[in-house]
């Protein structure tokens, strides 16, 4: 059970200064057994957002990709301006949004996203016309090809500059096959620019955790479709089921 008591508490109209909608991203990934020690060498420099007195909020998110996986493809293959699109809930307030994320060759991520029915994986009409303004796709170009579930702390640091999300109990669902990261960490450090002042990317580094890729989609993906294109993921996976010190594989490696 993680303890939180010692951070300043941000509300969600709050964080309204801190949206970074068009961002740079830095991403870590680590063993649940390094957060809290990690988390009560920041709590003096940044808010913790807490909704109705919850600190850990649940998450939901369904993606979407071609028939022929383009979206995964590109990201396998290192492309840049590169598109995810995905319907994500957040499950305390009902509330859902389809979000879709564009990776630049810039390294900058962009992000657009409008209400969403969270009842259906379908498309109205203004949710088509608002994936075919934003990508090359259109809602008949795509199938729901993965789903998961986990709990966030958000974090936001005071100069206002700097959001941090902490990702616990990440689980992946794609068809009847369900797979469980619950012993990983994900944090991602998202700022307007550099973010080498980061309190918490320097108490990453004296916990000697170095930044690394995650792609939650990509990740799911893999350990959940064995028919995918893989190669550029192995060592990551193997890497994951070391540090989370799994008894069996995630994925058979063929």
């Known amino acids: 059970m993680l303890n939180t008591e010692s951070f ?12 970074l909608m068009n961002r740079t991203d830095h991403k870590y990934w680590f063993s649940l057994s390094e957060l809290q020690s990690l988390l009560e060498s920041i709590y003096n ?28 493809t590109a990201h396998h293959n290192g492309k840049l301006n590169r598109y995810k699109i995905r319907k994500r809930i957040y499950l305390n307030s009902g509330i859902g949004f389809l979000e879709i994320k564009f990776k630049s060759n810039k390294g900058r991520t962009i992000k657009k996203r409008i209400p969403t029915d969270v009842t259906s994986n379908q498309f ?8 075919q303004s934003n990508t090359p796709y259109g809602a008949s170009d795509l199938q ?11 974090l936001v640091n005071k100069n206002f500059k ?13 068809e009847n096959k369900c797979v469980a990261l619950d012993k990983l960490v994900i944090v991602e450090i998202k700022s307007e620019g550099n973010s080498e002042i980061s309190a918490l990317k320097l108490a990453l580094r004296d916990h000697r955790l170095k930044t690394a890729g995650f792609s939650k989609y990509c990740i799911g993906r893999t350990v959940t479709d064995s028919e995918l294109k893989r190669n550029a993921f192995k060592n990551k996976i193997r890497k994951i089921e070391k540090v989370i010190s799994t008894k069996r594989e995630l994925y ?3």
């Not at 300043?8 to 949206?19: A, F, G, N, R, T």
């Not at 729901?144 to 958000?154: E, G, H, I, M």
């Not at 700097?162 to 794609?174: A, F, G, M």
Request: glycine share 2%.
């Open 162 to 174: 700097e959001r941090c999300t902490v990702d616990l109990n990440l689980q992946y669902k794609k």
């Open 8 to 19: 300043e508490i941000i509300s969600l109209q709050e964080m309204d200064k801190v949206k």
């Open 252 to 254: 058979t490696i063929n």
């Open 45 to 72: 420099q940044y808010y913790i957002l807490q909704i109705d007195g919850n600190y850990q909020m649940p998450y939901s998110t369904t993606y979407f990709d071609t028939l022929k996986n383009d979206m995964f």
């Open 124 to 131: 109205t009409e203004k949710e088509d016309l608002f994936i």
């Open 144 to 154: 729901l090809s993965l789903q998961n579930n986990f709990t966030r702390l958000t």
